[in-house]
Structures are given as C-alpha cells and as structure tokens.
C-alpha cells in the first residue's frame, strides 16, 4: 500500500513511526518548504491550501490510503477543495482526523457516535463539514476518527509543569477527554485496515477534570501543583477559554468494539506513568 499524508502534524509523523514500516511507499505534505529538513529521509511535498504542484497531485492520485490531519478554515476544507478533481478518479482508502469537538457541550453526560452533533462554535461548525466532505469525496469509504485531546512524547502536563507554564484551572463540573499518541496511531491503522468506513471516537476510558491531571503529573514529580484558579476570573485568551465551553463524557465503545482497539493507556495516569519513566519532565 501507499501512504499519502496530507498534514504531517504530531499525530501523523507519530504513525509513520510506529508503522510506516506496513507501507511500500509514504509521504506527507508540509506547508513551508523550509520544513523538509526536519522529517530526516521522509518524502515531503509543500502544500499550504491552495495551487498544490503537479507532484503533490501525482501523490494522491496514486495514493492507496490517504491519512488527513489538515484542519478546515473558513473557505471549506483546503485539500477536498485542491484535489476534488484527482479525488473523483479511482477509490482509496480515506482516514480523516476530526475532534470529538463537534459534539458540542453536554453538562458532563456521556456521548457517542450517536449522539447528534452540537457545531456551536464556527471551528466545529467547519469540522462537520469537512467530516462530510471527505466522506462524500471517498464516496463512503472514509474513517471518521474523532480525537480526544492529544498528549504523549513532548506534549504532556509533565513537559508545562517542569515549563512552568501549567495552570489548574477550576470550574465546576467540568470534564476533558483525551488520548494518547500511541493510541491513535494504533487506531488509524485499524481504520485502515477496517474493510469499510465509518465513524469512530477515538478517547481513552476514564473522562477526567483537567486539573486531576496536573495534581496527579506533579505527584509523579515530587512538586507542588500550581495553585487553583477560578475558571471565572482567570486571565486566559478567547480560544482557551472556549475549550471550557463543552463538557461531556466520551465513549469509545464503538472503537473496542468494531476496529478492536483498547487503549495501551486506558487512563491519563497509565499514560503519564509511562512517561514518567520515559524521562519526561525531567
């Protein structure tokens, strides 16, 4: 098979790691060209939005999966609209990386892929669009895999503790879902091989407050946690504070049972254990 990443983002370059070994072929677009050096002997190809090159064309055309992390924006989402026509031409295997986002606020109640969407902010609103637009544009063969929020290698609240930059944000009843990287990746590989499309949450099991998960990284460092803020009366920007508009609980039964995939860390606890001794934030 062949690999073609359209967004070779955290998420992205994290499954090429663990498996692009499964591909005979892998490459993966970046918006500044001046990036190639960073992804060592990985084929990459520019793409910002718009006029991609007659090679980045060729890429998917040929492509037998296309793994796609590009977000939407505010004209639709860039890589339908780019390569609409090259996408009518034959059939291939589609994941797309949306957000458990487009669920909208359900006061702390549990979700599923059932559950009817709620896009109240624009970005949402973007999401579901571009969700539907890659399942049209690979005419139902398109895995919908909605993310949690992502932390692993680099990317955790023992890195912002040990930074500086962590902060306990309290408000009432609210609740955050996340995943780890390496659960993702094994995920879109499932999705991948999965014989048709659909719609998958991809979260871990135990739905949290986010300030439980900065106690529990400074308890595994030996240090005090920041103190508490009211989520009312903190300084924080637009974009953060609307993160707080949404809490529900998600399932990911749906993942266990149809692509058979239980999360390596069920928990935000086994994942920071596990980075822990990895010698994150230290």
Excluded at 121 to 144: K, N, P, S
Excluded at 153 to 177: C, E, M, Y
Aim: hydrophobic share 40%.
């Amino acid at each position: 098979m062949r690999l073609f990443i359209l967004g070779l983002g955290y998420s992205a370059r994290h499954f090429v790691r663990q498996y692009g070994g499964s591909f005979s072929h892998v490459a993966g677009t970046v918006r500044d060209p001046a990036q190639r050096n960073d992804f060592g002997r990985l084929e990459v190809h520019p793409f910002s939005g718009s006029r991609p090159s007659q090679e980045t064309v060729q890429q998917v055309r040929d492509a037998d999966v296309l793994l796609v992390s590009i977000p939407p924006g505010s004209a639709g989402d860039p890589a339908t609209t780019a390569f609409g026509d090259v996408l009518q031409e034959g059939r291939r295997k589609v994941v797309y990386l949306s957000t458990i986002g487009v669920y909208g606020d359900h006061g702390g109640a549990w979700v599923d892929e059932g559950t009817p969407l709620q896009a109240v902010l624009d970005r949402t609103r973007m999401r579901v669009a571009a969700e539907q637009a890659w399942t049209d544009a690979a005419r139902g063969d398109a895995a919908i895999l909605r993310l949690a929020g992502i932390y692993g290698p680099g990317r955790n609240a023992l890195v912002t503790l040990r930074a500086g930059t962590a902060r306990r944000i309290i408000k009432p009843g609210q609740i955050f879902n996340r995943i780890h990287v390496d659960d993702i990746a094994s995920a879109i590989m499932a999705a991948i091989r999965y014989p048709n499309g659909g719609t998958w949450n991809v979260c871990d099991d135990e739905p949290a407050p986010p300030q439980d998960v900065i106690a529990y990284a400074a308890k595994l460092m030996g240090v005090a946690p920041p103190s508490e803020e009211a989520f009312a009366t903190a300084e924080m920007s637009a974009m953060a504070r609307s993160f707080y508009a949404s809490s529900a609980r998600v399932s990911n039964a749906k993942l266990k049972r149809e692509l058979g995939v239980s999360p390596a860390y069920p928990t935000y606890r086994h994942g920071l254990d596990a980075l822990w001794r990895a010698g994150e934030g230290r």
